[in-house]
């Protein structure tokens, strides 16, 4: 499982889209400092609404990822983030999927992800507003071309190193059928043509093919929620991971206190939380992490179209 994945992931969709998108940069727009400046206001109104109806429903919620890069290294947004992740423990992040509509959040923002009322896009919940655009240049058919905030839940691990290796590898099963059923379904044929100008791109689709085809028996729905209860483990340790991180489960196991129990904190004028330990979380994550990156290597989205709404 473990060489399937490595060659599955060789050449990835994200790394081919990127690619294809430098190639066809012209069709795109990259946000300037005011299309930013208005997509960050934009996105602190989101969580605005969204840590009110928390603290109504007694949702424990924190920032996490580059939000917290942001706080520590520039004491609010990275100047050129375009984005919001927040982290739930399991169980508020499983509440959360019916106290979203008690809250009256569904009054503005849409909610998908596996488990979901509307259904899933993508691998984690994803809060969306509903009167924004935001038309990214991604080749998936199914996203949805609205401003959004991730929400990613953080599960325990079991102490045992065995039993979580097992757990590894049926987590790594599971997005391997999920990510070639995905892509069987939804890619374009673009992103595919540009897949096969490489022999490990033809690798790729090939591995993709016959997973998907094998596997697609069952629906793409099932899967994302097979997906989300994968990591699930009841019982309290003294360390847990977010699987919908970068690193994927394994890679992503730190101590519990990292982030948990979560923190008040402002985030650019904003009341909100944030992880436990920033500064040790950072220190797995980036290394030196008040190191700002040169301009090739920051992460920001390319863009069709964006509106921010009202």
């Known amino acids: 499982m473990g060489f399937i994945y490595d060659v599955y992931k060789k050449f990835s969709v994200d790394t081919v889209a990127h690619n294809y998108l430098k190639k066809h940069v012209d069709e795109y727009i990259e946000l300037d ?14 969580l605005k609404d969204i840590d009110i109806a928390c603290r109504k429903s007694n949702i424990n919620y924190a920032l996490t990822g580059g939000n917290v890069l942001g706080k520590i290294r520039h004491n609010g947004f990275i100047p050129w983030d375009d984005d919001i992740d927040l982290v739930m423990m399991r169980e ?10 008690k809250s009256g959040l569904s009054e503005k923002y849409l909610l998908r992800g596996p488990g979901c009322k509307e259904g899933a896009d993508y691998r984690c919940m994803k809060i969306y507003k509903m ?18 905030i991730d929400v990613m839940p953080f599960d ?8 979580r290796k097992l757990k590894n590898l049926w987590c790594t099963f599971i997005i391997v059928a999920l990510g070639s059923i995905d892509f069987k379904e939804n890619f374009s044929s ?15 689709i090939f591995l993709r093919a016959i997973i998907g085809t094998l596997f697609s028996i069952i629906p793409l729905q099932t899967w994302y929620k097979l997906y989300d209860r994968a990591p699930i483990y009841k019982k309290k340790t003294e360390y847990g991971t977010v699987y919908n991180g970068k690193l994927l489960y394994f890679d992503e196991i730190v101590p519990v206190d ?4 979560f923190m008040d904190c402002d985030y650019c ?31 920001t989205h390319i863009v069709k179209r964006i509106e921010v709404g009202n």
């Not at 080749?139 to 071309?145: A, C, E, G, S």
């Not at 325990?156 to 039993?163: A, E, K």
């Not at 490489?198 to 790729?204: A, D, K, S």
């Open 258 to 261: 990292y982030y948990y129990p």
């Open 92 to 101: 508020d992040y499983d509440r959360f999927k019916n106290e979203f509509y």
């Open 269 to 299: 004028g904003v009341e909100t939380k944030i992880i436990h330990k920033p500064k040790s979380y950072l220190a797995f994550r980036y290394g030196d992490y008040m190191k700002v990156p040169d301009k090739s290597n920051r992460e």
């Open 190 to 204: 673009e992103l595919k043509n540009e897949m096969k100008k490489t022999f490990i791109g033809r690798v790729n």
């Open 156 to 163: 325990y691990v079991p102490d045992n190193i065995f039993h």
């Open 131 to 148: 009167d924004s655009v935001m038309e990214q240049a991604f080749p998936k058919n199914t996203v949805q071309k609205k401003i959004f």
């Open 33 to 46: 400092d005011e299309g930013i400046r208005a997509l960050q206001a934009c996105l602190l109104e989101m």
